[in-house]
């Protein structure tokens, strides 16, 4: 058995990450911005190891994200309770219709469209992590980027603190593989209208680096 596998989206934010390590058992691996490329790499990586007789022990997707306004802080940290794929399923006049009110048959839905965080690893990421803002973690195909569609994100999901890209899709990842999964990120902008300028990702690399440690 290896160690912890800690995949990020980009190599910035796993170079980020190694920085702070105290563990040298943690594996951290770039595999690409999506859910979908980050799934499917997360996936092989999972495989490859088990073939390998050496499989990891559990699945953390970290990286930078953008977090709500009121809700995470740009340069905090946030833990996931759970990563929601909050653009799987349809969208209607009367507005957004999540996969699990889709009336497709329950075998074709996975684990649905929200993964939970393992309950061990989240609180022992959360004592490690006392300052660290707890709750749900969106994964969106595409950064939100008007007043509106932050606006219907809030509502639709009141418990979430921050939207990413990849926690969703290496959550599937984990959980087909029987393994413990976690996603931790640090806050580079605020979820809004788009603005480049506001996007502080040294102090959010910074806050990776200085959140790390947690990761053993
Ligand atoms: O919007 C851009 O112009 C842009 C240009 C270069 C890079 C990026 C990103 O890396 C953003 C996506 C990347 O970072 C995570 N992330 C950070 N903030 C957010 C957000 O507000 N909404 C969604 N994802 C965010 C994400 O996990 C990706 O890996 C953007």
Redesign the pocket.
Known sequence: MTGLLVV???PA?ADAIRAGLTDPTVTVAPVG??PAVAGAATARLLALAEAAGKPYRAVVSA?????FVGRAPVGGTVLANRSVAADLGAESPAGFIPLEELGMPPELLGGGSAVPADPGLLAALRTALPEATVGAVLT?ST???TAASTAALADRHPDAV??????YGVAVAATHAGLPFAEL?T???P?GP?D?GS?RMRE?FAALTAAAAALR
């Open positions: 990020t989206a980009v934010e911005v999506g990286g930078i994200a953008g977090g969106v950064v939100t980027g921050a939207e990413a890209m990849e926690g990120r806050v580079s902008n979820i788009r480049r996007w959010a």
